[in-house]
């Protein structure tokens, strides 16, 4: 039991020692400090953050209470050579969502919908909008996505047969149209129609653009009738009914669309299937490598740390090289020597990196709140932050601790 107990008191002597050294030297390790706290605090607040807009895009793009599924014209990734022949892709049709509709057991809300490609400005007196898109949609567009109505209420089955010239506005479109007025029941203007306001969405405070609050919701044969291009985004997006499972739901809409489109056995799809998940892996793609590439350019902060490191220590054992040579004299092994400096510069980065952790977690919740993401905390990330902080330390203080270690014990005595 003895070797434990001496070798405990060994390591606290040594942090001991290493807290008075900083004392003794407050202005150098300050310095020192700093620069690491900086680097840590940085790596820190950019991974935090990063994760927040994964969490953020996974809120917006999986807002659905189900899975859903999403039929367009185009792949989300396109290889290059084969870019000109998506043009070639017939458009879905509103006969494309009734056969989904009839034929597809494991889906529901199915949904056609026409995104206008070019943006319209909505006018109510003299009130308008900036440039906003316009959404012919089916009447069960509020199921696909989660949408909340705050006011009034969304399009009926019958108003999207009769073509009504009914409109639902997002958020934006609402406060700019009415700041101080009720909508529901006036008519506002869109390319000249007049188009009767039945209800308002509630905020969704999402990051894509068209798809947050500045978008309006109009029947899509009404669209069609007053506002279709041959540019405009043609999808069919669908639910999956609760007991059944996504890959089913893909599996028949799949097949649905190819027997609508006389495919093959064989022949490539000439549509594109994704899903709410195929979304999110695809987020995962492109944060994953921003997250990695910003966290070693943040980490060039903690290089700079560890040189600095690397000369405070050198410094510290120039002058110290008597009190190593009397060490050395009355016993203490080079292990010992080397040891005592090592957790010198351990212990100076590792406070460093606590208050790096301390600093990087105020700034994420700083910025998070200012760019509207929401925080998410990491433990995991927390502690690898810290362990990486007293590594620099270990790693960079390595070669001062071993010219130390090395240090003749005569001639560091005869040192002055």
Known sequence: MPAPIRRNSLWDENIAQAVEVMRAHRMRSA????????????????????????????QDMASANRPYIYAQKF???????GAENLWLRPDFTREDAAVIASTCPSVDASVFMIESQGTYVVRYGAEKTPPTTVLGCSYRLPELFSLSVDRGRFF????????????????????DLFPQLNPIGRFVLINGAKYEVIGTMAPRKSIFGAWSD???????????????????WITLGATVRDGA???QGVEEVTRALRVRRGLRPGQPNNFSIETSESFLTLVKKVTVPIGIVLTIIASIGLVVGGIGVMNVMLISVTERTREIGVRRAIGAARADIMRQFLIEAATLTGVGGVIGVTLGTALAIGVSKLIRFPFVF??????????????VGVGFGLYPARRA???DPVAALRHE
């Open 156 to 175: 009926t089955e019958s108003e999207e047969r009769f073509r009504e010239r009914v409109v639902v506005l997002a958020a934006g479109p609402a406060k």
């Open 378 to 391: 990491s433990p995991g990330w927390t502690v690898v932050a810290l362990v990486f902080s007293i590594l």
């Open 31 to 58: 310095l020192l400090i700093v620069g690491v706290a900086i680097g840590i605090a940085t790596v820190l607040m950019m991974v935090t953050v990063l994760s927040g807009l994964s969490k953020k895009i996974y």
């Open 214 to 232: 500045n978008f309006v919701c109009v029947p899509h044969p009404t669209f069609g009738k007053d506002l279709h291009t041959e540019n405009d």
């Open 75 to 81: 792949d989300f990734v396109v290889e290059d050579e």
């Open 245 to 247: 499972s996504l890959q």
């Open 405 to 407: 270690s090395d240090m």
